[in-house]
């Protein structure tokens, strides 16, 4: 199936279809009349010779159709890799992945070249051949004539090279057109083979009105499978009946099929067999956070009407309200890409406002609680589940066990099956799968117990003084300016606000960049010396001239030895009149074919080294670039921009090249004959400079915009695919259909303000070329007898009347390569976007062994997002002791995040420093710096390939290594039961593997890579108690040497860390062992621990 990222592209080729070759019959009609007329009946030779032409070209058509064919289908899957890359380009920046990565888009990209080699080839061999028809057509012509006896004289010659010249515009013209039918009539076959897949049907959910039943959901006998020709169903068996109202919660380990579940509600995954009726509208909130690029506001409307009072009691019960106070902007605030600039707690909330906004009766919630911390998350289940879903039908899928007693249903799911179903109290009574997970809960909170109970000295005492004398002491300065001080960093955010509240909006999706006025010529001498250093630019303008020349000399040749009338002697004989001819003819098709292919090594040349160009600029941008961006104006860039340069732009040069030699060679020819009209041509040339000016002004800023307005179009696309399941799940498809005709509309517009620009210089040319040439006619007319030889006089008619086609064919051809070459200044530009620091320095590097022991000393550490922007990290100063675990708390957005992202540098810090066993990490170079460290992220990122290249992508690792590491993180049963074992495929995304799934093979990346300094950041996230305890035992199992950074919102996971890190609002607001935050009541770390253990008192 094409890539669905590259249908733009495809529809750009079939709009491009468009041009008049439908007068070229009328004109080879014509044209076929005119030389009977002159050669008499060797005009059947004529006719056959430029049958013979176009048919030369049919099996050069086939091959350049099969050539694109292959062509975009290697573009397709480096598209598919580059737009991965993009998505996941925080996790390669992480794990120090980028150069890997980036290679294997150059080996695709080599791929490619292959076949754009051989497509430019056939494009070059279509080019002579149509080049070379006019000048074969004249030979065959006139040597039939003198094989059959007939009389050629000067005037008949004469008339029939000015018939041929005529003769050759529309042939010339059909490289352009078989090479855009080939382009065009792949793209509608790859359309069509899109259009002919399968869709979801449309009985997949049965809509049932809700006066005719109580029942919200029914399913009866169910059976679903993402891969329908699978033998193991994803769900099986599945019986289930929601009354309307009910409060159904989902539970059950990682890959039982807890999201599959939610999925055949909303009729995602295809059914096998049963029904499925729903009753009513629904909502659905996804496990992995779906934001759409646009302000906040947007995003929570969802194309809904604004009722204020409604959104403020949206606002209230997700939990918004005091980030929103923070940010700048507020809900106006532009949130990015994917929403790249919201923490995850922050956009896991703005989902479920979203679909609270909507007003929904049944509302599909995949674990919306594990990205918040335990405050939150235990408002947003008062003030959203229970309170503002209280007359509801809501099914929450759920790894926190305390939520579940609220639930009027619980449902245990394991492989596909649900296995328990009841109360909360009846299942515990049964034991079995339910039991393990709550048992599992309270080993957690007992452990938690624990610790608030023990003796903090006798713990603390394992850690030397000497080391957390400096921190504490910090804190406790810290302490005491914050109790004298009040909330200074809250009335600090404020003056912040106030004072930035005039600037540009920042850290947010800024206007594409748009180069305003002619094209610099930097930008052709730029790419002129890409190739070869410019070496083959002499040779195509050699090529080209001595082309004209040859031709210019074969038709003098013609008109001198002809004889001037029917009653004069040939000047030669008939034989040496045409081996002089066919010589210099076929001497002018041979630098045709050479010129033909020059351009196309040229251009190949020069689009891969520009290709390559941008990419390690665009693999070197730093983070910030990326979170500013939209992925669909970088994938503008690298496709549709991309094209042009691999297509169009050397043929554009090399016709302009071509043009203006000819048209110079035509001039040459009239002037040599009669000089005067040179009195006319100045200033003509004059008034066509003017006319192509006045038109390149207005098409220049057309195609830049169209080169703008294509990435919206391309980036709905691509958020809209990512997107699917929320967008039909709240019924929207139709609001977004809509959006994307909006988009196309908009891109449409300045397509056919540039296509009527075209036409309207086109008509001024024609008037004015045809005024000139009637001009030169009538100034040789005036001419007495015997000033001119006629057979002179009757080359430079003969030429003139191709002056008209000429002269507009050439500021045609210029206008078009300055609107081609657009997309060269485009590439150009981000081939100048701002780097990263260097990835290796070479007179500062790390030793191997480095880090040996673990040890973090953060100094005086002051971060923020831009230079203009308030601090995010205000003075952080603390020491993580090498082999210590730290656990790193806080409510959202408090810098927990922020603090990672300056351990790993994609975020340079503004003041302070970092130092890594007494090695300033801001010295050493980000790979050697990156490579050292690991991480488990908070959103679990897998690239499509098989499971061993997601868990070894370097390929350092042997298959023992890497099944130790699966059955450490208990996924090595699951692996070993599929057929392909390692080479077990992984979707686009890792589709095909739950989300808890993906948390593990990233925990088991982690293994293989046998870092010294491990960050955990919300790694446990989604996956259950039992499986989160676990891991935990594993963690202080295989990196117990390790210093490991946890940031949790579960206080379990972070209890029984070594030290406890509190930040609030960018400032250390508490640093010391988990037992003394404890014994001090008032402290932020001992409410955070109350907020959990109260929400799980239940239990």
């Known amino acids: 199936m094409s890539s669905l990222g590259s249908l733009p592209w495809c529809i750009g080729r079939v709009s491009d279809c468009r041009t008049p070759h439908a007068r070229a019959t009328p004109v080879i009609v014509l044209a076929l009349a005119i030389l009977y007329k002159n050669v008499g009946i060797a005009m059947v030779s004529t006719l056959i010779a430029t049958v013979l032409s176009i048919a030369a070209s049919v099996p050069v058509a086939k091959l350049q159709e099969h050539y694109q064919d292959k062509l975009m289908a290697s573009k397709d899957e480096r598209m598919r890799k580059t737009s991965e890359c993009l998505k996941n380009m925080r996790i390669l920046k992480l794990q120090a992945w980028e150069d890997r990565y980036r290679l294997q888009l150059e080996e695709m990209r080599n791929v490619e070249c292959r076949w754009l080699r051989w497509a430019l080839y056939s494009q070059a061999a279509v080019t002579f051949v149509f080049w070379s028809s006019p000048i074969f057509v004249a030979v065959i012509t006139f040597g039939t004539c003198i094989l059959l006896g007939g009389q050629l004289t000067a005037g008949g010659v004469l008339s029939a090279l000015a018939t041929f010249r005529i003769l050759q515009e529309p042939l010339r013209n059909f490289p352009d057109l078989i090479s855009m039918m080939a382009q065009t009539r792949v793209s509608l076959d790859r359309l069509a083979h899109f259009l002919q897949q399968e869709e979801l049907p449309d009985d997949a959910t049965i809509n049932v009105p809700q006066s005719s039943t109580d029942k919200a959901i029914d399913i009866k006998d169910g059976t679903f499978s993402w891969n329908p020709y699978s033998p193991t169903p994803t769900l099986s068996g599945i019986h289930l009946s929601v009354v309307r109202g009910m409060r159904v919660a989902v539970c059950g380990v990682i890959g039982s099929g807890k999201s599959s579940l939610l999925s055949s509600i909303l009729g995602e995954i295809p059914k096998l067999c049963g029904h499925v009726r729903i009753s009513g509208t629904a909502a659905y909130v996804p496990q992995t956070a779906w934001i759409q690029s646009g302000n906040i506001e947007d995003n929570i409307l969802f194309g809904s009407p604004m009722d204020r009072q409604r959104y403020k009691r949206v606002i209230a019960a997700c939990s918004l309200k005091k980030d929103l106070e923070l940010l700048q902007y507020g809900d106006q605030t532009i949130i990015g890409d994917r929403g790249i600039n919201l923490s995850g707690g922050q956009k896991q909330r703005v989902q479920l406002a979203r679909a609270l906004y909507q007003d929904a009766d049944i509302y599909l919630l995949d674990d919306p609680f594990s990205a918040v911390d335990a405050h939150t998350g235990s408002e947003l289940f008062k003030e959203y589940i229970l309170s503002a879903l209280a007359a509801k039908t809501v099914i929450y899928v759920t790894h926190q066990v305390e939520f579940l007693p609220a639930a009027d249903l619980i449902l245990v799911l394991k492989d596909g099956h649900i296995t328990q179903a009841g109360k909360y109290d009846d299942?515990?009574?049964?034991?079995?799968?339910?039991?393990?997970?709550?048992?599992?809960?309270?080993?957690?909170?007992?452990?938690?117990?624990?610790?608030?109970?023990?003796?903090?000295?006798?713990?603390?005492?394992?850690?030397?003084?000497?080391?957390?004398?400096?921190?504490?002491?910090?804190?406790?300065?810290?302490?005491?300016?914050?109790?004298?001080?009040?909330?200074?960093?809250?009335?600090?955010?404020?003056?912040?606000?106030?004072?930035?509240?005039?600037?540009?909006?920042?850290?947010?999706?800024?206007?594409?960049?748009?180069?305003?006025?002619?094209?610099?010529?930097?930008?052709?001498?730029?790419?002129?010396?890409?190739?070869?250093?410019?070496?083959?630019?002499?040779?195509?303008?050699?090529?080209?001239?001595?082309?004209?020349?040859?031709?210019?000399?074969?038709?003098?040749?013609?008109?001198?030895?002809?004889?001037?009338?029917?009653?004069?002697?040939?000047?030669?004989?008939?034989?040496?009149?045409?081996?002089?001819?066919?010589?210099?003819?076929?001497?002018?098709?041979?630098?045709?074919?050479?010129?033909?292919?020059?351009?196309?090594?040229?251009?190949?040349?020069?689009?891969?080294?520009?290709?390559?160009?941008?990419?390690?600029?665009?693999?070197?941008?730093?983070?910030?670039?990326?979170?500013?961006?939209?992925?669909?104006?970088?994938?503008?860039?690298?496709?549709?921009?991309?094209?042009?340069?691999?297509?169009?732009?050397?043929?554009?040069?090399?016709?302009?090249?071509?043009?203006?030699?000819?048209?110079?060679?035509?001039?040459?020819?009239?002037?040599?004959?009669?000089?005067?009209?040179?009195?006319?041509?100045?200033?003509?040339?004059?008034?066509?400079?003017?006319?192509?000016?006045?038109?390149?002004?207005?098409?220049?800023?057309?195609?830049?915009?169209?080169?703008?307005?294509?990435?919206?179009?391309?980036?709905?696309?691509?958020?809209?695919?990512?997107?699917?399941?929320?967008?039909?799940?709240?019924?929207?498809?139709?609001?977004?259909?809509?959006?994307?005709?909006?988009?196309?509309?908009?891109?449409?517009?300045?397509?056919?303000?540039?296509?009527?620009?075209?036409?309207?210089?086109?008509?001024?040319?024609?008037?004015?070329?045809?005024?000139?040439?009637?001009?030169?006619?009538?100034?040789?007319?005036?001419?007495?007898?015997?000033?001119?030889?006629?057979?002179?006089?009757?080359?430079?008619?003969?030429?003139?009347?191709?002056?008209?086609?000429?002269?507009?064919?050439?500021?045609?051809?210029?206008?078009?390569?300055?609107?081609?070459?657009?997309?060269?200044?485009?590439?150009?530009?981000?081939?100048?976007?701002?780097?990263?620091?260097p990835l290796v320095i070479e007179n500062c590097r790390p030793p191997s062994s480095w880090p040996e022991n673990g040890n973090i000393e953060l100094i005086d550490l002051k971060v923020r997002y831009k230079d203009d922007l308030p601090l995010v990290l205000h003075g952080v100063s603390c020491m993580f002791p090498g082999g210590k675990k730290i656990g790193i708390v806080g409510r959202t957005g408090s810098g927990k995040s922020t603090l990672i992202q300056a351990l790993f540098r994609l975020i340079e810090p503004t003041g302070g420093k970092i130092i890594i066993d007494n090695i300033d990490i801001s010295a050493i170079g980000l790979h050697d710096l990156r490579s050292r460290l690991s991480i488990i992220p908070q959103d679990p990122t897998l690239f499509e390939g098989t499971i061993r290249m997601n868990l070894d992508p370097l390929e350092e690792r042997p298959d023992q290594e890497i099944w130790e590491a699966?059955?450490?993180?208990?996924?090595?049963?699951?692996?070993?039961?599929?057929?392909?074992?390692?080479?077990?495929?992984?979707?686009?995304?890792?589709?095909?593997?739950?989300?808890?799934?993906?948390?593990?093979?990233?925990?088991?990346?982690?293994?293989?890579?046998?870092?010294?300094?491990?960050?955990?950041?919300?790694?446990?996230?989604?996956?259950?108690?039992?499986?989160?305890?676990?891991?935990?035992?594993?963690?202080?199992?295989?990196?117990?040497?390790?210093?490991?950074?946890?940031?949790?919102?579960?206080?379990?996971?972070?209890?029984?860390?070594?030290?406890?890190?509190?930040?609030?609002?960018?400032?250390?607001?508490?640093?010391?062992?988990?037992?003394?935050?404890?014994?001090?009541?008032?402290?932020?770390?001992?409410q955070l621990v109350s907020e959990y253990s109260t929400r799980s008192s239940c239990i």
């Open 427 to 837: 299942l515990l009574q049964a034991g079995t799968d339910f039991n393990a997970l709550v048992s599992a809960h309270k080993e957690a909170i007992e452990t938690m117990d624990i610790f608030e109970d023990s003796d903090g000295d006798t713990v603390s005492s394992s850690i030397p003084n000497k080391r957390l004398t400096p921190s504490i002491s910090n804190i406790d300065n810290l302490k005491n300016k914050v109790r004298e001080n009040g909330q200074p960093s809250n009335t600090r955010g404020i003056k912040e606000k106030k004072k930035n509240e005039e600037r540009k909006k920042k850290r947010t999706v800024q206007e594409e960049e748009r180069v305003r006025g002619r094209v610099s010529l930097n930008v052709y001498l730029s790419y002129m010396g890409e190739a070869y250093k410019g070496t083959l630019i002499p040779l195509i303008i050699l090529a080209q001239t001595m082309f004209q020349v040859l031709q210019i000399a074969s038709n003098w040749w013609m008109a001198w030895a002809n004889p001037q009338t029917e009653g004069d002697a040939p000047k030669t004989d008939s034989v040496v009149l045409l081996v002089v001819y066919m010589s210099l003819a076929f001497g002018s098709s041979l630098f045709v074919f050479v010129r033909s292919l020059l351009v196309a090594t040229f251009g190949l040349a020069a689009a891969q080294k520009l290709f390559v160009k941008m990419l390690r600029c665009v693999f070197r941008a730093p983070m910030s670039f990326f979170d500013t961006t939209p992925s669909g104006r970088i994938l503008n860039r690298v496709s549709v921009d991309q094209s042009v340069v691999d297509l169009d732009i050397a043929f554009r040069l090399g016709g302009f090249a071509s043009t203006t030699i000819q048209l110079l060679g035509i001039v040459a020819v009239m002037s040599k004959v009669t000089w005067q009209v040179l009195i006319l041509i100045v200033p003509m040339a004059i008034a066509c400079m003017w006319m192509q000016r006045y038109y390149i002004a207005s098409s220049r800023e057309l195609t830049r915009i169209l080169s703008v307005q294509k990435s919206p179009v391309i980036h709905l696309f691509s958020e809209s695919i990512a997107g699917a399941a929320t967008i039909r799940g709240f019924g929207q498809e139709k609001r977004f259909m809509k959006r994307n005709l909006y988009l196309l509309d908009c891109f449409a517009r300045p397509l056919f303000s540039s296509l009527a620009a075209i036409e309207w210089l086109c008509l001024r040319m024609e008037l004015l070329s045809t005024f000139v040439f009637a001009f030169c006619m009538a100034i040789l007319v005036s001419f007495p007898p015997g000033t001119i030889e006629p057979s002179m006089a009757g080359l430079a008619v003969t030429y003139g009347l191709n002056l008209n086609a000429r002269m507009s064919r050439w500021i045609l051809s210029f206008c078009k390569l300055e609107n081609r070459i657009i997309s060269v200044e485009r590439i150009y530009q981000y081939c100048k976007i701002p780097s990263e620091a």
């Open 966 to 1086: 699966l059955e450490k993180c208990q996924l090595g049963e699951v692996i070993r039961s599929k057929e392909e074992k390692l080479d077990s495929p992984v979707l686009e995304n890792g589709d095909n593997w739950s989300v808890g799934q993906r948390q593990l093979i990233a925990l088991g990346r982690a293994l293989l890579k046998q870092a010294k300094i491990l960050v955990l950041d919300e790694a446990t996230a989604s996956v259950d108690t039992a499986t989160d305890n676990l891991i935990q035992k594993i963690i202080r199992s295989e990196f117990k040497d390790c210093t490991v950074c946890t940031i949790a919102h579960r206080i379990p996971t972070v209890i029984d860390s070594d030290l406890v890190l509190v930040l609030s609002d960018g400032k250390v607001a508490e640093f010391d062992t988990p037992q003394k935050l404890l014994e001090d009541k008032s402290s932020m770390f001992m």
